[in-house]
């Protein structure tokens, strides 16, 4: 899942990128709100951290020219102000949730997993396909009673394609929403953890939950291959 941070703050923004890498999204940072808006406008994200004040564009400014654009991303608000009038602010600009700063890590991932939920037709709070689960919040994954370990990013990009389970995504897609914005390597990444992800998920159960789609893409099957 891929995430856009907007922070001024260095050490903030750089906290921020490194924890939710470790967690296994891809995180892009934006300094400021100018920069933000145009990131926002390039790249499908699925979901936006937007500080509130922000060099060149606040972030109530963000947030409502998002919506006037129509893009509806999850947008999760942060600022260190800690007033109602802010939080309602935020909230009637388009905001979808309002954390303030300071704020436990812990607690801003937990209400990112909840957006992203949202985001979907379902929100399920552990994904399934068949006897295949992923829980987002644990990063457990098992096939039946057997727990299967995964890297962080071969855990993100099995969270990506579970999301959309039974649908095709491209090669492309994957890229935009599993690597960050500063990926230039081989596109062919994909097929190399793809095999990685097959070897951990369905070769020892003699499963094919993915599917390749010759020429479009990889999909979940939902009963679990």
Known sequence: MRILVVEDEVTMAESLRSGLQA??????????GEEGLWLAGEVDYDAIILDLMLPKVNGFKVCRTLREREDWTPI??????????????GLDTGADDYLTK??????LLARLRVLLRRAGSERPTILAAGDLTLDPASHDVQRG???????????????????????????????????????????NIVEVYVRSLRKKIDVPFDRSSIVTIRGAGYKIDKDGG
């Open 145 to 187: 009673e057997s727990k299967i370990d995964l890297t962080a990013r071969e855990f993100s990009l099995l969270e990506f394609l579970m999301r959309r389970v039974g649908e095709v995504v491209s090669k492309t897609e994957i890229m935009s929403h599993v690597w960050d914005f500063n990926f230039d390597g081989d596109p």
């Open 76 to 89: 999760l608000m942060l600022t260190a102000k800690d007033g109602h009038l802010d939080e309602a602010e």
């Open 23 to 32: 967690e296994g999204f891809a995180v892009d940072v934006a300094p400021d």
């Open 102 to 107: 300071p704020f436990a890590f812990v607690v």
